[in-house]
């Protein structure tokens, strides 16, 4: 799992502890096992918040884990050009790479711990596909998109791309110098990370090394979600195991508790997990394919504008589905 690493973590930043007559432990509230299905043309996926109700997730509205999957050659694949409005989408790429376009001027390539993150807001188009190159040669495929409601009042702004490098992520490490914290957004133990948010979250990808522990400060006013993308792993003061594709949910509190189990396969030697916690937003959700927004009339609105061209069109330098037929 290439993604960002650290030979010497101790030369990180240290995340420490809340003091401890001050702290409150989050106790686990649910683990839910993510079902596998299919996305866009065909690329494999886990649905990490399936059967959670959105008001546990709030203001999160959606994660999908795209693979871990070793394509051959002629087998990677992506969406097609569609539409998005309401929300936020943040793809990160750990293994593979992944080419954006969008209506809006935005585009690029991500592989190996970079992140696309796209303000769809008013309105916008856009396309994710794996490059020539690697749809010719085949290879790992692994990352995963989150969507990250807006409130009502910023569901009208204006599209916006942020290119987040793999190098721009603010690394820590925990007292004991066995985990390692990537730092995509927000804020934790005096490091910032490099996303530029509307709704305020914290958003992390961690490695616990074999028997690490890891207790995390956090936010009272904030939710507090564990996916395991790897790896056996313990949640929680009293262990409870999750492994991987589960989400964890916590309830209220400032410190959670995640560890790693002293064995583990040997294809996951060590355990991943995204953390995420945000601060709910509170309004109505009104979500129906693409569109995120706050109730029915608004989303008839979308599809309406949509279907009129008001939410941008595709451009002339346009990216498509590499042509390739390996059939």
Excluded: C
């Amino acid at each position: 799992m290439p993604a960002v690493t650290v030979e010497n973590l101790s030369s990180l930043s240290l995340v420490a502890p809340a003091a401890i007559d001050q702290v409150v432990e989050r106790p686990v509230q649910s683990i839910t096992t993510a079902p596998q299905g299919f996305e866009g043309e065909g690329f494999p996926v886990r649905r990490a918040f399936a059967g959670v109700d959105l008001s546990v997730l709030d203001p999160f509205v959606h994660l999908d884990q795209m693979g871990e999957v070793e394509y051959a050659p002629g087998e990677p694949k992506g969406t097609p050009w569609h539409p998005h409005r309401g929300f936020e989408t943040v793809t990160y790429m750990i293994d593979g790479e992944l080419r954006h376009q969008d209506s809006h001027g935005g585009g690029g390539k991500i592989t190996d711990g970079d992140t696309q993150w796209m303000t769809a807001g008013s309105g916008i188009l856009h396309i994710e596909t794996p490059p020539e190159e690697l749809v010719v040669s085949g290879g790992l495929f692994h990352g995963f998109q989150l969507w990250v409601n807006l409130p009502s009042q910023d569901k009208w702004l204006p599209p916006k791309y942020q290119d987040l490098r793999a190098g721009d992520v603010g690394l820590l490490t925990s007292p004991d110098g066995d985990v390692l914290l990537r730092l995509i957004a927000g804020d934790l133990g005096g490091v910032s990370g490099p996303g530029s948010t509307h709704t305020p979250i914290t958003m992390m990808h961690a490695t616990l090394y074999p028997g690490a522990r890891l207790s995390l400060p956090w936010r009272r006013d904030f939710n507090a979600l564990v996916y395991v993308l790897n790896g056996n792993a313990r949640v929680g003061t009293d262990g409870r195991p999750a492994g991987m594709g589960q989400l964890v949910a916590f309830g209220r509190g400032n410190s959670i508790t995640i560890s790693a189990d002293e064995q583990q396969e040997s294809r996951s030697p060590n355990v991943d997990v995204l953390i995420l916690g945000g601060k709910p937003i509170g309004e109505p959700v009104a979500w129906y394919g693409p569109f995120v927004m706050n109730n029915r009339a608004e989303l008839v609105q979308a599809f309406e504008d949509y279907e009129s061209g008001k939410l941008g069109k595709i451009p002339a330098d346009r990216i498509d589905r590499h042509p390739h037929d390996f059939s």
